[in-house]
């Protein structure tokens, strides 16, 4: 590969990585193939999440040979929400593309989501999903289940969304004054609104390894995704203790006059059951109170989202 004076560049690729050490070569080849036919000055920004396999030194030897390749690096995994936006903060172009580093997202989208941008008129050019769902069954129904719950109660359209996006300067540079500590990327950028236009895109096998996330995280990013967007569950809670002082409420009356009537009150399931569903309800309720107070424990410390332990040399420092 040439070293390419990078300038200013137009187009920036924002790529998150962890422990992709097996493929970081082959999708550094695939990205700047796809975007060289388009004859624009670029720069790809790679995001190693704290790997703990050889990730870091294959992205510093790729920097090394082409200048137009950056990377940064954190000091543990932060989770790739938090790659993104080192990513969005570092880029420089116009344009800021950001995709998986697994070729999930085909590179040769780039070419259609640039063509559209280049038209002036939209801000945000979405990638979506043609077939939403791409994981083993139990994934796709809990993806499912969670899309449906995330449209009913924040009525954001996620189905089918993915972090593969083209930005405007304009939506990146309101992206990097947003401080909240817990993000969910996808929902944020429908947050923004801005003019957007989409380009409907398969998704493609992994180029090797497999998918990053454990269970935990995937729990972690629907449950930010959900209370970052709305407080819902907290009227839930209050809709769900109105409807047990309704169904309370004759109860009550019945028993007080039972017991002004002086007839024996032989009432010990009734007893138990409510029991039962009082301290289900409020257990429950109580756990959603405190999703929300976690949430605004981590705001309130206002920690930085991520620490980054070693960048590659820039660009102008080599030759
Ligand atoms: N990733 C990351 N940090 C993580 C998990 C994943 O930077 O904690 C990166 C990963 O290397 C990949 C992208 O995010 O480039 C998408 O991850 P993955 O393919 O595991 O997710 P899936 O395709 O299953 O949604
Ligand atoms: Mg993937």
Redesign the pocket.
Known sequence: MNVVNPGQPILSVV??????ADHVGRVLTAIPAAIEPLQLPFEIIM?D?GSTDGTWSELQTLCHRDARLQAVRFSR????EA?LSAGLAKARGQAVITM???L?HPPEVIARLVARWQRGDVDIVDAVKRHANR?GPLKNLAATLFYTLHRRLTGMEMNGSSDFKLLDRRVVSVLNTMGERRLFFRGLCDWLGFRRDLVTFDVAD?VGG????SLK?LLRLALNGITAFTSAPLHVTTGLGCLFLAFSAPLAVQTLYMKLTAQAVSGFTTVILLLLMLGSAILISLGIIGIYIAQIFDEVKARPRYLVSEQSETGEGRS
């Open positions: 790529l998150p990585f962890y422990n992709e995001v999440d995994n932060f989770g790739k790659a998986d580093g697994d999930q994981g992994r497999r998918s990053k996330w995280q």
